[in-house]
């Protein structure tokens, strides 16, 4: 995959030389929270896994200036059907729901409307390659993403519980 551009952002896959921006980046986020059990950052051993499975990508946000402002990560891995969240996707194939984990953007970067211009990016991007539906989760705590998901039209079916310990609020939107 190619460098894609949406709305003035450019996505950019990494490549195995590159993912440890993906720890530099966790490190600038984790700093700033006020409420540090929002996040739950991605290892760089996790996103040098989602790099090399053909399911899944690890993208770095760009600007026009080339500017890494941060990243996000498509990995179809199928954990919603292991916490029986399959039922709502209406016999959909795996492959027909996209499963997007994080979109991590650099705190000097904030306010740009960077997270809602991503879940624009993989809801075109899903619609193209197929997809019938498109999940991600999110802390309940999280006012900001909350307000960008229920834009683009997602809606929270249910809480899970993630790594045995962190709520998030399950989303999903029919494509």
Known sequence: MDKMEYDGLYFVPFAKENV???????????EVLEDKDKYIAP???YALKCIEKPDALV????????YLMGYTMLNNDFNFIKKGLSKYFEGALEKEVFDFKNIVVRPKFRGQAIQRRSIEFYFNY???NGAKYLISYYHPKNVHSRSNFEKMGFTVVEKV???????RNFVIKKI
């Open 59 to 66: 993208l770095g946000i760009y600007n026009k200036e080339n």
């Open 43 to 45: 290892t760089v051993e």
């Open 20 to 30: 440890n921006s993906v720890e530099e980046i966790n490190k600038e986020m984790y």
């Open 126 to 128: 899903a619609k193209k």
């Open 161 to 167: 519980v993630l790594f045995e310990k962190l709520e």
